[in-house]
């Protein structure tokens, strides 16, 4: 039978890079919310056999349960990439901070409840965070994050407060302590578990937040380690890695050019 990978956020710039590499070994579903971005993802994908599109809304069972059932239909699932995420900015307006936190936190959890079940042995299942995930202490919001995952958002929407930044970096930090938090549900299905934390990235959805605020991103990369921003390719390359590594397993990754790494204590503080 043929292999399966399953990328949402699959008509992003990370998303259809992803898709590149894994196509070379797997068959290729992604899944997003608008159809019409989708059939532009596929045909940027043209050089690729056996690519597929499902529209899923990571946040509505009824359409992830379809496209449990379209990716079962193509073949064995071996990788799952959860790519999908809202970001702290659409169409140059800040998104609501409890928006952005139950979009991100639901989509992890919902996307794994549906396709950890179904993933092959040797398998690999990946979720993205995000850098500014390391902004914030994971203990101060870990009895949060098990209220939301119970479908009460009111502790975590009060740490956060109303700042879309904030609900942007906690929500992605959930997405790392959730990715911990399933290393045993992976392995019961002979799989693995990990996730990246991408920095600053040159994608569609970056120079969004460019266009809002010019030089943000451009300007602050040339004080970094490695001085430029990161490429979709570069994600790429490290997924493809982490679903060939049978080794690697409750890790995140961090793919930042030595940002996090970088930064002082009064840094932190700001944020």
């Known amino acids: 039978m043929a292999y399966v990978s399953v990328i949402t956020g699959g008509t992003g710039g990370m998303g259809i890079e992803i898709a590149k590499r894994l196509a070379k070994n797997t068959k290729i579903l992604l899944c997003g919310r608008r159809e019409s971005k989708l059939a532009e993802a596929k045909a ?7 690519v597929e599109y499902a ?12 496209a449990v059932e379209k990716a079962r239909e193509m073949g064995e699932v071996k990788n799952v990439i959860h790519a999908a995420g809202v970001n702290e900015f659409t169409n140059g307006k800040p998104n609501d901070p409890g928006f952005i936190l139950e979009n991100n936190i639901k989509g992890a959890q919902y ?3 549906a396709f950890l079940p179904i993933i092959c042995e040797g398998g690999s299942y990946l979720n993205i965070a995000s850098m500014s995930s390391y902004y914030n202490l994971l203990p101060d919001y870990i009895d949060a994050f098990v209220e939301a ?6 502790p975590v929407k009060e740490k956060v407060g109303s700042k879309s930044d904030k609900a942007y970096a906690v929500s992605k930090m959930f997405v790392r302590w ?16 990990n996730s990246i934390s991408p920095g600053l990235i040159w994608t569609p959805m970056a120079k969004e937040f460019e266009d809002v605020i010019p030089g943000s991103m451009t300007a602050y990369a040339t004080t970094l380690p490695v001085p430029r921003m990161g490429e979709a390719s570069e994600i790429a390359d490290l997924v493809e890695q982490l679903c ?4 690697i397993n409750g890790c995140d990754i961090l793919i930042d ?5 970088n930064l002082t204590f009064e840094q932190f503080d700001e944020f």
Do not use: H, P
């Not at 940027?44 to 056996?50: F, T, V």
């Not at 959730?178 to 578990?193: D, E, N, P």
């Not at 060939?244 to 080794?247: F, I, K, R, S, V």
């Open 44 to 50: 940027a994908l043209k050089d690729c056999e056996n």
């Open 55 to 66: 529209v899923m809304d990571v946040v509505n069972r009824d359409d992830i349960k379809a």
């Open 111 to 113: 996307i794994a409840e």
């Open 149 to 154: 995952m119970g479908g009460n958002f009111e």
């Open 178 to 193: 959730y990715t911990l938090s399933s290393i045993q549900r992976a392995a019961a299905r002979g799989a693995r578990i």
């Open 244 to 247: 060939d590594n049978g080794y």
């Open 257 to 261: 050019g030595g940002n996090i790494g």
